[in-house]
């Protein structure tokens, strides 16, 4: 089965780092771009960045440029996002999702089933 | 960023009617623009991509049309299961991003 399986939820204290992952299944992992999606609560869907696991070429979005590091691992077909210094308004929903197809400019057709990341003193 | 615009924000319809939400685009995207379906708890998921193409398995009574600025997301025969919010995305810059999305309630 085709597949991203995301880790659990998280709870965090601002000012501390974290990394979550997105494991992909059933398909060859290297060829097609990850992204990560973030929904914070009762709000729409942000475009943060996206990897490309053959070269591990990583874009951002200009709003999450510097806040967020996008990384992958081929050996194990996982993709990361790491934040190094956590605010309360990272508090959200966070979605790993698949390109449809090779080129950079697509929807994402595989989504993981979500992380949900609480950031509270 | 280019900044996209969805209306109405909410859409109230009944089972079986022809439902059409609107996404604007603050410059062109040419025709890069894809639609998705979000329901409560869920993830998002793909129903329209390159503006009018059908992401298999979703069913036929979902179309998209448009190009340039102007793109627009029907539902024709509003189904119970089509109850959702319903996001637009353009991939045409270097940047993609989302409408802010448009509830489709009863």
């Known amino acids: 089965e085709v597949q991203l399986v995301q880790s659990g939820a998280e709870v965090q204290k601002p000012g501390e780092s974290l990394t979550i992952s997105c494991q992909g299944s059933?398909?060859?992992?290297?060829?097609?771009?990850i992204g990560w999606v973030r929904q914070m609560p009762g709000k729409g869907l942000e475009w943060m960045g996206i990897?490309?696991?053959?070269?591990?070429?990583?874009r951002y979005s200009p709003s999450f440029q510097g806040q967020v590091t996008i990384s992958v691992d081929n050996s194990v077909s996982t993709a990361y996002l790491r934040w190094s210094n956590l605010k309360a308004s990272d508090t959200a929903m966070y979605y790993c999702?698949?390109?449809?197809?090779?080129?950079?400019?697509?929807?994402?057709?595989?989504w993981g089933q979500g992380t949900l990341v609480t950031v509270s003193s | 960023d280019i900044q996209m615009t969805q209306s109405p924000s909410t859409l109230s319809a009944s089972v079986g009617d022809r439902v059409t939400i609107s996404c604007r685009a603050s410059?062109?995207?040419?025709?890069?623009l894809a639609w998705y379906q979000q329901k409560p708890g869920k993830a998002p998921k793909l129903l329209i991509y390159d503006t009018s193409s059908l992401q298999s398995p979703v069913p036929s009574r979902f179309s998209g049309s448009g190009s340039g600025t102007e793109f627009t997301l029907t539902i024709s025969g509003l189904q119970p299961d089509d109850f959702a919010i319903y996001y637009c995305q353009q991939y045409s810059s270097s940047s993609p991003t989302f409408g802010q999305g448009t509830k489709v309630e009863i």
């Open positions: 059933g398909y060859t992992f290297n060829n097609y771009w």
């Open positions: 990897i490309y696991p053959g070269d591990s070429d990583a």
């Open positions: 999702a698949r390109l449809r197809g090779v080129r950079f400019n697509d929807g994402f057709n595989l």
């Open positions: 410059q062109s995207v040419s025709g890069w």
